[in-house]
């Protein structure tokens, strides 16, 4: 069936650094891409977006990579913060659907 | 939350009990939705509706339902039938224009007691 995982549960990095947010997808028929941010107990914040004509889009702080010969999306963040700290999500839109699929979500821990 | 208010932020059930979350929003959005989050997990979609009146079944709607009377509101009636409702249930509402409009409330917490 649809889904959309990611490689890690837990991505431990310290201030400063340059934070790299992995997630396969396997429906190739998908035409949107979402990054969510997602703070406990709050509902999912949009970051960023990409559709699948492109294969890379700037945000402030973070650029989200879209390779769809290996179905894969990255998300980076550049010089993390520790309120970047939270449970980031990536989603999916198929083709002709009105459906979000969510992967199950990668937690950044931020260290001093 | 960007226009969009849940309640309650706490919920507890007693098995057997029927129980209604709501979910407003003001962004004059025509399509919304309720997805449940279990610990760890990513969001899994219950139901959505696209238009007033009219409404689907996601991929886990069994022991759940919604009605749509109105553009604004959209409540979700955990029902009896639902046999591990303990979760976080969160709305969201989008504008017609494209995935990218989504905007979620700020949940609620059910839990079976």
């Known amino acids: 069936g649809e889904s959309v995982g990611l490689h890690l549960p837990t991505l431990s990095v310290q201030e400063g650094d340059n934070s790299i947010i992995n997630c396969a997808y396997s429906?190739?028929?998908?035409?949107?891409f979402i990054w969510y941010k997602q703070e406990s107990g709050k509902g999912p914040q949009f970051i960023i977006d990409?559709?699948?004509?492109?294969d890379k889009r700037q945000g402030q702080r973070v650029t989200v990579l879209l390779n769809k010969t290996v179905k894969h999306l990255s998300l980076q963040i550049a010089a993390t913060q520790p309120g970047d700290s939270a449970v980031y999500f990536c989603?999916?839109?198929?083709?002709?659907?009105?459906?979000?699929?969510f992967g199950t979500g990668t937690r950044l821990q931020v260290f001093p | 939350d960007g226009g969009i208010t849940q309640s309650p932020k706490y919920l507890f059930r007693k098995e057997g009990q029927n129980v209604t979350l709501s979910c407003e929003q003001n962004?004059?959005?025509?399509?919304m939705y309720w997805y449940r989050q279990d610990p760890g997990q990513g969001l899994r979609l219950i139901y959505y509706?696209?238009?007033?009146?009219?409404?689907q079944k996601g991929d886990i709607a069994e022991g759940y339902s919604v009605s749509r009377e109105k553009k604004e509101s959209f409540p979700l009636t955990v029902t009896s039938a639902q046999k591990n409702p303990t979760a976080f249930y969160l709305c969201?509402?989008?504008?017609?224009?494209?995935?990218?409009?989504?905007?979620f409330g700020s949940g609620t917490r059910l839990t079976v007691v």
């Open positions: 969201a509402s989008r504008s017609g224009q494209g995935a990218g409009g989504y905007t």
């Open positions: 429906n190739s028929a998908s035409d949107y």
């Open positions: 990409i559709r699948s004509n492109m």
């Open positions: 989603a999916e839109t198929p083709v002709n659907t009105d459906k979000l699929i």
């Open positions: 962004l004059n959005h025509d399509a």
């Open positions: 509706s696209q238009i007033v009146n009219d409404f």
